[in-house]
């Protein structure tokens, strides 16, 4: 059983940057692709970011493309995700996902479905 722990959320002003953080651990870290979500309040969960098990590979939504940075640190069991020029609407949980295949086409088109779920931090961005 894979549990991942996010962290690194906060109170930022507008334009501020934020690095977060989820470590795992319980599984093959190394194997898994691993993915960025986010849920503000009253809107469905999103897909943000998404890296290959080699972290060579990486998707993002368009409305993070440019600002957010996703990576992988595979001897640590850790996922990051640097986020830089941050605005109100960036305001949500956000949550690391884990899946054992490949998965960051599938949750850019909208499939949310992963094998593993962290519980999230919170990030607020003010104006």
């Known amino acids: 059983q894979v549990q991942l722990v996010e962290s690194g959320g906060g109170l930022v002003q507008a334009g501020d940057s934020l690095r977060l953080s989820c470590a795992a651990s319980?599984?093959?870290?190394?194997?898994?692709?691993m993915g960025w979500f986010r849920q503000a309040p009253g809107k469905d969960r999103e897909f943000v970011a998404a890296?290959?098990?080699?972290?060579?590979?990486?998707l993002y939504a368009d409305s993070v493309k440019g600002r957010f940075t996703i990576s992988r640190d595979n001897a640590k069991n850790t996922m990051y995700l640097q986020m830089d020029s941050l605005k109100p609407e960036d305001t949500a949980v956000y949550y690391c996902?884990?899946?054992?295949?490949?998965?960051?086409?599938?949750?850019?088109?909208?499939?949310?479905?992963?094998?593993?779920w962290g519980r999230g931090t919170q990030v607020t961005v003010s104006s």
């Open positions: 319980g599984g093959s870290f190394s194997t898994y692709a």
């Open positions: 890296c290959s098990w080699s972290g060579v590979t990486t």
């Open positions: 996902a884990a899946n054992r295949n490949s998965a960051a086409r599938k949750w850019s088109q909208g499939n949310l479905s992963a094998d593993y």
